[in-house]
């Protein structure tokens, strides 16, 4: 009766803790908003030297503490020994399928065929570069506890722990991944560190030549093409972005993170209607594992790629997925936008609650592309210049209102 008692009591522990994680990451996940800084971090975990859980994109440690040296691999996460995928606002949980608790099969990708990669190295022809040392880390380099360490698991484990360190020492990460790259190296495992630390401080082409590496050495790494193709969304380098998720997929269809960089990179190239289907492959692979609020963002991406392809009834179901607007959790922002997209408040309205420059910058992309989808050119045009001229430029909607900006000045005036 005790044990049972016991017994029970731990469980009912598991579930509190399980649940609090959860309401923590879906929180995360909506408040992030659309800048491309908060709303997919945290990506690019830790570069593991065995197999780990990775529920919320930091190190989640084994049960036996061993070092054993098998590896796996995370969408918000790269590395050969990583979790899979770069989960932009989504995690996966220990071991399970994306279909699992749920009755919704997880709806196939309907992408184009775009092809082999073209340049997300690891393909026979590509230039292999070495990642580039950043000057701070090359000039007068002061001594290391890197030099300490002889064995490439402690090398990659260190360069973690300096990672995670609050603030990061990215000094000390870069200098430990760059020995394990001399101890082993044919060992991707710390190239991808590298591409994680490099992205971290918006060294971006440093991030794309890391990746690239860590490809050539392990080809079928689905985590480290996702990662290159965010760093090359970053860049606005977005057919590269497109081929690197793509494959990403290619290898491993679960993980949701390459579908998030997908919706956003072919919504600003101006394919709608494979923004809605990468906004719907990933809300399938999302929904299943998480509590609390939906993916606003991605669901407005999704909804005004499959307006722009001419498919209204699929737009207003991606739109109608994220439940009734009087049922959405965040009443200070997010909601007025899917308001305005369903059309229930006004431009005026909307605008009135843009009290700073990030919500300015969402409030007037959002407004500008309804209005073109409207036929609205002139008034469409107004708010997608503000946007461009004043706007957040982090912000997924810049890129994607310059995209429509262009669009628009290119049209003949009726």
């Known amino acids: ?41 945290p990506s690019n975990p830790p570069v593991y030297h065995q197999p780990k859980i990775e529920p919320l994109g930091g190190r989640v440690k084994d049960r036996s503490g061993s070092k054993a040296g098998g590896r796996s691999s995370q969408t918000n996460g790269p590395g050969a020994a990583t979790a899979t995928g770069t989960q932009k606002g989504a995690a996966r949980p220990a071991g399970n399928d994306p279909k699992a608790n749920s009755g919704t099969p997880a709806k196939p990708a309907v992408f184009p065929k775009w092809g082999d990669i073209k340049s997300g190295g690891g393909i026979s022809g590509t230039n292999k570069r070495e990642p580039v040392a950043s000057q701070s880390a090359s000039t007068n380099p002061s001594p290391s506890r890197a030099e300490n360490y002889e ?32 101890l082993v190296p044919n060992d991707e495992r710390a190239y991808e560190g590298l591409g994680n630390i490099y992205f971290d401080q918006h060294r971006n082409e440093e991030a794309i030549a890391a990746y690239r ?3 050539e050495l392990k080809p079928e790494n689905p985590a480290a093409f996702e990662n290159l193709g965010d760093a090359y969304y970053r860049l606005g380098r977005y057919q590269e972005s497109i081929d690197a998720s793509a494959q990403s997929i290619r290898l491993d269809p679960k993980p949701s993170g390459p ?88 431009v005026e309205q909307l605008l009135s609650e843009a009290n700073d420059n990030g919500k300015m910058t969402e409030a007037r992309a959002y407004i500008g592309i ?30 994607l209102a310059k995209s429509w900006l262009i669009k628009l000045s290119h049209q003949p005036t009726r």
């Not at 016991?6 to 992030?32: C, D, N, P, R, W």
């Not at 991406?301 to 307006?307: F, I």
């Not at 008034?379 to 001229?389: K, S």
Request: charged share 25%.
């Open 1 to 41: 009766m005790k044990m049972s008692l016991v017994t029970s009591l731990k469980s009912a522990m598991l579930l509190i803790l399980l649940s609090l994680g959860l309401q923590s990451i879906s929180h995360a996940q909506v408040t992030g908003g659309g800048s491309t800084e908060d709303f997919k971090r």
């Open 151 to 182: 064995d490439v698991e402690d090398a990659i484990e260190a360069g973690n722990s300096a990672r995670d360190r609050k603030p990061p020492d990215y000094l000390e990460a870069e200098r430990v991944y760059k020995l394990a790259t001399k």
């Open 213 to 215: 590496k860590a490809i």
């Open 259 to 346: 579908y998030w960089t997908l919706t956003w990179a072919t919504a600003t190239m101006g394919q709608g209607e494979t923004a809605g289907s990468m906004a719907q492959a990933f809300i399938y692979r999302w929904r299943p594992l998480f509590a609390g609020d939906p993916p606003y963002y991605v669901t407005f991406a999704g909804y005004l790629g499959y307006r722009e392809a001419g498919h209204a009834e699929e737009a207003n179901k991606l739109l109608a997925a994220p439940g009734k607007s009087s049922e959405c959790k965040d009443q200070n922002w997010v909601c007025r936008l899917l308001k305005y997209l369903r059309h229930e408040i006004t």
């Open 370 to 399: 309804d209005l073109a989808l409207s036929g609205r050119r002139e008034e469409a045009l107004e708010h997608l210049r503000w946007v461009v001229a004043n706007g957040d430029r982090t912000f997924t909607e810049y890129p």
